[in-house]
């Protein structure tokens, strides 16, 4: 399965390079224009925007693209419901115009935070982005929140996304040489993730306790005394980054 979010695509170009801090803050920025931005043309610059990056960091389009493949069933609902359930002029299929336009402008909102943060995790290895998100927090210890621990939990549950999905795209594979039938309604269909979600719960827990134990065995206790091979350094190309994140946020908002 293509699941882009979480998972990390090493190379060496200058989008690689950033500061992890910066990126993190350029992605704040950008969802925030995501948020308020009220129309599909506001989304669609947006969309350029990311469209830009994904470019810069030479990440293959069938990788940023197809990440979103696995929220597909999110986004039509999401359409559907705004459509049907809008109040508003009639439209085609018993639908409202205004709900139509509003669940195209909810499902893109959607599908570009989704982007959004598939880049930074594609272009930001998992070490950087614990230093990124612990020193963004380091102001927080005065009012005893463990930096530290939160990063690191965070960033242990993005890297779990793609290996869940593997997991269950391997899991489901599994179930139809035994026979088991994913085709028919929708009803049917959810019976018959039974097979699937129980062995991939089971799947999960044994993952988190072997993560565990690696971490035991390599004397993990925690950000106390933690230091790093490598200080992160705020440069001339991190500050561009952040300011162009920031003027596309602006324009999309108030476009």
């Known amino acids: 399965m293509n699941f882009a979010l979480g998972r990390y695509f090493p190379a060496d170009f200058p989008l690689h390079r950033l500061d992890p801090r910066a990126k993190l803050l350029g992605s704040l920025l950008i969802m925030v224009g995501v948020l308020g931005a ?30 979103l493949r696995p929220f597909f069933w999110l986004f039509l609902l999401t359409f559907l419901l705004n459509a049907y359930f809008t109040p508003g002029s009639p439209g085609p299929l018993g639908t409202s115009l205004e709900g139509t336009s509003q669940g195209a402008v909810l499902t893109t909102r959607l599908a570009l935070m989704v982007l959004t943060a598939s880049l930074l995790t594609l272009t930001t290895s998992p070490i950087d982005l614990t230093d990124g998100i612990e ?29 869940l999905a593997e997991e269950a795209e391997r899991i489901k594979k599994a179930q139809m040489a035994r026979g088991v039938d994913f085709e028919g309604g929708i009803l049917k269909r959810l019976k018959n993730m039974v097979p699937i979600l ?25 950000g106390e005394g933690r230091t790093s091979f490598s200080e992160l350094r705020f440069g001339l190309g991190d500050g561009l980054a952040l300011a162009t994140s920031g003027l596309l946020a602006l324009v999309g908002t108030i476009w």
């Open 135 to 163: 020193r963004l927090l380091k102001p927080l210890r005065k009012v005893k929140v463990p930096a530290h621990e939160v990063a690191m939990m965070m960033v242990i549950a993005l890297r779990f996304l793609p290996l």
């Open 38 to 67: 009220r129309d599909l043309p506001a989304l669609g610059l947006l969309a350029l925007g990311l469209v830009a990056t994904a470019a810069l960091g030479r990440l293959p389009l069938s990788l940023v693209l197809g990440g």
């Open 198 to 222: 129980v062995p991939l719960f089971m799947s999960a827990f044994r993952k988190a306790d072997l993560l565990s134990l690696a971490m035991e065995a390599r004397c993990y206790r925690g």
